[in-house]
């Protein structure tokens, strides 16, 4: 009778270790799965620039800090096609369009306050700096080794004088006005601002038709007519993509895979030397604006 | 005799007890491995059968082209 007992205590001893180990292997994978939350939820954070909620205090400079790295972020985003002198071109004038818009602006807003009578100095100092800018952009060489640091320099400058107008103007004006010159500005443009417009559209039609060439070829169909029609404007960018994307579709898993691959590739390496380009900048000062 | 059936009786539904408790955690467990399995295949952009997943190939070939309006971002000046 007493082995019987025995017997049972045993069995029941062993539960309770089989259990116990269950227990702390579930709290293990729990606490594993738990930092791995934590750390993408960071990442994510850093990727997204989602505003936290901080104190008051500090809520300006966190705002400031989250602008500042927003920008840098499209920057770094901007320069990945400046691997190519096309790709150069096409953000330098972009660039130029963003000055032209914001001189064309800025030139309206002081015709507005020399009407009220304001003192506009300050202002139209500001934007012969914008100018300058301006004329640098316009002679910067798409082809040069440097044209990425160029690009990066003029954005950040013309993103500073661009704020420091915006700062003067609101010394000088009460809300309310503003709010007014902003609505009347709302859809100004010029011949120099159309003609920009055209550059662009014409060089990133280029640019896609050269993609969509070596797409085609990696399909192994190139389409010139179709690429042609594109670069002419008689058929739009998602006409040609919904044409590539279903002759990916029909092809084999293995050489859909090997199309993934190639570009995926492409796209990291392309990431990777934007994000060094940046970390380059910053360690030598470069990126903050002000020329070399 | 009674006494000592029903001492037998007790130990038997804490054995059952326990093995339950056991067959729930194993349950947990294999539900938490399997679930966390599927997540990472996921992520990875490829299914089970090795092939690519629609959406991340057109997103990688569309990250490729140039949209005409798209703009530089400089700041408004009012």
Redesign the interface.
């Known amino acids: 009778?007493a082995m019987?007992?025995v017997n049972?205590m045993k069995?029941?001893t062993h539960?309770?270790l089989?259990?116990m180990l269950?227990?702390a292997?579930?709290s293990s994978?729990?606490a594993v799965?738990a930092d791995d939350h934590d750390q993408n939820n960071s990442d994510d954070e850093n990727e997204n620039h989602e505003k936290v909620n901080e104190t008051d205090d500090s809520h300006q400079n966190e705002t400031d800090h989250e602008n500042e790295s927003s920008?840098n972020n499209?920057t770094e985003h901007?320069i990945r096609?400046m691997n190519t002198s096309l790709?150069a071109r096409?953000?330098l004038l972009?660039?130029e369009?963003?000055?032209i818009l914001?001189i064309l602006?800025?030139n309206m807003?002081v015709q507005v306050l020399k009407n009220l009578d304001v003192n506009t100095t300050s202002l139209e100092t500001i934007l012969e700096n914008l100018t300058d800018v301006l004329d640098t952009v316009r002679t910067a060489d798409p082809d040069a080794n440097d044209s990425v640091q160029v690009f990066v320099q003029l954005?950040n400058e013309?993103?500073n004088f661009?704020?420091q107008?915006?700062d003067t103007?609101r010394l000088l004006l009460d809300n309310e006005t503003?709010a007014r010159?902003?609505e009347q500005?709302r859809n100004i443009t010029n011949d120099e601002l159309q003609d920009c417009k055209m550059k662009?559209?014409h060089w990133?039609?280029e640019?896609?038709r050269n993609?969509l060439y070596r797409?085609f070829g990696l399909v192994g169909e190139v389409n010139t007519s179709l690429l042609e029609k594109y670069l002419n404007g008689n058929v739009t960018?998602d006409q040609v993509?919904f044409h590539?994307?279903k002759l990916?579709?029909q092809m084999t898993?293995e050489k859909?895979?090997m199309?993934?691959s190639e570009?995926?590739e492409?796209?990291i390496k392309s990431k990777i030397h934007a994000h060094e380009t940046m970390k380059n900048m910053e360690h030598h000062g470069k990126g903050h604006g002000g020329r070399p | 005799m009674e006494k000592?059936m029903e001492?037998?009786r007790n130990?038997?539904k804490?054995?059952i007890s326990?093995?339950f408790?056991?067959i729930v955690?194993?349950s947990?467990?294999l539900s938490?491995a399997y679930f966390?399995q599927q997540t990472s295949s996921d992520d990875n952009?490829?299914g089970s059968?090795?092939?690519?997943n629609?959406n991340?190939?057109?997103t990688?070939?569309?990250?490729?082209?140039?949209?005409?309006n798209?703009?530089?971002?400089?700041?408004?000046?009012?």
């Open positions: 009778m019987k007992g049972a069995k029941i539960l309770l089989v259990l269950m227990t292997v579930l994978a729990f799965q920008f499209e901007e096609v790709g096409i953000r972009q660039l369009k963003a000055l914001n602006k800025g807003t954005k013309s993103k661009t704020k107008f915006r103007l503003i010159i902003k500005l662009i559209r990133v039609r640019f896609n993609q797409l960018l993509r590539l994307h990916v579709n898993k859909r895979y199309i993934f570009i995926k492409e796209n | 000592v001492a037998d130990m038997n804490k054995i326990l093995l408790l056991l955690m194993i947990v467990t938490y966390n952009q490829t059968n090795g092939d690519v629609q991340t190939l057109t990688e070939i569309d990250s490729l082209f140039l949209d005409e798209q703009n530089i971002e400089i700041g408004d000046m009012i």
